[in-house]
């Protein structure tokens, strides 16, 4: 089998994540890691037996690496995804895609000259429940979503005011989540957040978000809904169609088609609606994410989705923005209106 040879830069807590997903993807052979702290990059090195190179100079030197994950923090997402681009090379990187939409904007347009294959870490949209329900979503036509992920305090180093950190970079997900299962572009937002609920960073800690996608008839509408306080709280994500509900719980989803579920007649045992119609699995989704993306790469016949592309990764970031200006000023953003304004 062809395997894409790829190179991680950032071997810090998500790099782990990444560095197993590189492994064991079967169309991936995992090359080399590079880091600037020696010793993160020389421990992965080692456990997946691939080299260390220090810096990423070095690594774009490398011809033999075709392709690199990028799991550096947030603020030099822009700078190592376009050092990457003008290297030519594949990329994965984390999400949120960057510290600001000019950036993001530059790095699309980058992805676009070098006609390489890039991806946005947005895991989830891997899992199978998720994908799931994406599919049931273009059954029961969704008027409303819900998706509920609740959390414990974030660490020290994603604690700070910038609308990419606190609960906003847990939400990140959610964000790209509930577009993708509308299967629509976002119209509209309102938000609600709250800073220093339980910490002092100045960071967002509590999010209300509803997102409306088309107007009139035609409207759905997302909610997102997320802290810092719901440690242990099961997360929630419920969608309610004009031809059915459905909702997940843990790795099930249970549904009810039809416009509405049947009354039962007078006296009789209520039928239950719910049939359980799917079974996911836990694991982490990152390795499907990067085997899918490096048969993207290696095959230009095999498509970027269902793996969010850099314009998923712009129109997460460009919400992202919208909440935190709406949870600021109380008004809700017409989302045209508010790219425009971008620039
Ligand atoms: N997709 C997810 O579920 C998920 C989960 C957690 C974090 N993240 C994202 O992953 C990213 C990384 O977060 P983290 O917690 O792993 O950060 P981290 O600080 O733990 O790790 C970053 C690593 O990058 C290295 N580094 C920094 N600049 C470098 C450079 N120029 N060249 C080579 N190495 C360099 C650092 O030495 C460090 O080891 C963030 O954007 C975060 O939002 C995503």
Redesign the pocket.
Known sequence: MEKLRVGL???????RAHANAIANAPNIEFVAV????AT?GEEVAEQYGSEYIA??SELYARDDIAAVGI????P??HK?AMEALEAGRHLVT???MAASLSEAKEMVAAVAEAGVVAAL?Y?LRFGPVYAKMKELCEEIEPLQIFFARQRGMLVD?YMSPEPFDGIM?FIS?DIDMVPFLAGRKPTALLASLQRDTWGNAGAIEVASVQIEFGSGDDKIVGCISSSMGGAGMPERLDVVGRNGIARKEGNSIYLAAGPNPPNPPEGARPPDPWCMCFEGEARDFTCDLYEHWAAAALDAEVPVAPAASYEDGYNALLLTLAIVESGTSGEKIELEEFAAAQG
């Open positions: 830069v950032g071997a810090g807590g998500r790099g590079c880091d600037l702290d993160a810096n990423t799991c550096v923090q947030t030099s997402h190592m984390e999400k949120p870490s895991q180093k970079d997900h």
